[in-house]
């Protein structure tokens, strides 16, 4: 008989992997299963990489870095122009780079959600497919933003799309990561229509100030008085969007002591909301010549969007009241 070796099987031989002394054909403590926990987390990733990639496509449109790359997926005909790299081809790759990175993740949540949805919920798998076809759909505005050379219309849906990305998945994580809604107090019917407003109509003025700095009207309104009017409209929404931005954390205060965490996203939606005017007004008192503080007021806009959404999403997930018929009293 020929020597057995340690570690090596003979032919025709199948070996079982043994755990805790018991044989068996395969471990699954082994096998990755992805649950409901998985998925908040990587939506929770995804929140911040769509926000970073909101923040950096400002930041290459304040420096003027838009057509930095002249074609489009490659960048002066390569994946990595190293030759020509400075700091505006840097920022316009860079955010091609996390644009394709933030996509692939969602192309994977996408996939996985399919295969996993037996432990997920019944409406998570949806939201994923559309997250997926928001960021098709904004990679071809990108593509056509470069080779129609930065058309206002386009600039403003590029930005318009990326909000509705950075809406549907921070909903979704806070969704997600409200587990067991029936230990919560019941919401009042008036806050998740609030909720809603107060988000539409912050990301309504988020792109109007997309469609005015694609157009370069501030800049051209401080200097010639050119275009002034996109100005003058995106300062006037800012007095509802506040009032309602207030309105809602001062509402979150009537809300059951157990709704901890809508209370939390409101008053920090309120403390945005605030910073982000401030910023605003530096913004135009320093005529646009600071890029830190533009871009600011810009990560500031995309945090107020993920923090509203976010709570907008706690609150689908919240048990609200059922409309129950009316009983009547039967007389005999």
Known sequence: MEPRSPGFLHPGEVTLVASDSKPSALRSDLIFTPD??????LATHLVVALVALVVIGGATRVMQAGLACPDW????????????????????????????????????????????????????????????????????????TVTRLLASPLV?????????????????SQALTTREPQGLSL?????????????????????????????????????????????WRHR?????????????????????????????????????????????????????NVPLVTVGHQLLAALLVAVLAAMLGASLAAPRPLNRPKLELAHG
């Open 73 to 144: 997926p490659l960048c002066y005909g390569r994946w990595l122009p190293g030759g020509q790299m400075n700091l505006q081809v840097f920022l316009e790759w860079f955010h091609r780079l996390d644009a394709f990175v933030v996509g692939v993740a969602l192309f994977v949540q996408a996939l996985a959600s399919l295969l996993c949805r037996r432990v997920l919920p019944g409406w998570f798998p949806g939201v994923a497919l559309i997250t997926l076809a928001l960021v098709v759909l904004q990679a071809a505005l990108g593509a056509l």
């Open 156 to 172: 403003t849906a590029h930005l318009g799309t990326a909000l509705l990305l950075v809406a549907f998945v921070s909903a979704a």
């Open 36 to 41: 409901q926990g998985f998925f908040s987390t």
């Open 236 to 288: 006037q929404m800012v007095v509802p969007v506040v009032l309602l931005v207030i309105s809602l954390a001062l509402s979150s205060l009537t809300l059951p002591k157990s709704q901890v965490r809508l209370r939390r996203l409101s008053m920090a939606a309120a403390t945005l909301v605030l910073a982000q005017v401030g910023l605003g007004t530096a913004t135009l008192r320093l005529q646009l």
């Open 187 to 231: 919401l009042p019917r008036w806050w998740l229509p609030l909720s809603l407003t107060t988000l539409l109509l912050v990301m309504a003025q988020c792109v109007l100030g997309g469609s005015l700095a694609s157009q370069w009207a501030s800049e051209r309104c401080l200097s010639s008085g050119e275009g002034c009017l996109w100005l």
